[in-house]
Nanobody
Framework: QVQLMESGGGLVQTGGSLRLSCVAS????????MGWFRQAPGKEREFVAS????????YYDESVKGRFTISRDNAKNTMYLQMNTLKPEDTAVYYC?????????????????WGQGTQVTVFS
């Protein structure tokens, strides 16, 4: 069973930074592309960023490009999302996801595994 556990969410002022972490089971980390989706109140889940097994293929949604950085540490079975220059529109529940397909699908309906989510709130 795939297990994904996020941490690092919180409350931050506009322009601030947060780093999200996601710990996955070893089997998942060795076989799956991974990434982050988010869901704001009243909106559908949307793609944020993804990274493949080797960390060579990385994709970002245009809304976060240049501000967010995704990375993974295969020795620790952990993926990260460094979020800088945060804006109120970044407020959402952020989900760690994994899928065997490479690259990770950018449509939530096609992503296999989801974490429980962690809340990020950016206030002005």
């Amino acid at each position: 069973q795939v297990q994904l556990m996020e941490s690092g969410g919180g409350l931050v002022q506009t322009g601030g930074s947060l780093r999200l972490s996601c710990v996955a089971s070893e089997d998942t980390f060795r076989s799956d592309s991974m990434g982050w989706f988010r869901q704001a109140p009243g909106k559908e889940r949307e793609f944020v960023a993804s990274i493949d097994l080797d960390g060579r293929r990385i994709y970002y949604d245009e809304s976060v490009k240049g501000r967010f950085t995704i990375s993974r540490d295969n020795a620790k079975n952990t993926m990260y999302l460094q979020m800088n220059t945060l804006k109120p529109e970044d407020t959402a529940v952020y989900y760690c996801v994994a899928d065997p397909f490479n690259p990770l699908p950018d449509d939530a309906d096609y992503v296999t595994s989801w974490g429980q989510g962690t809340q990020v709130t950016v206030f002005s």
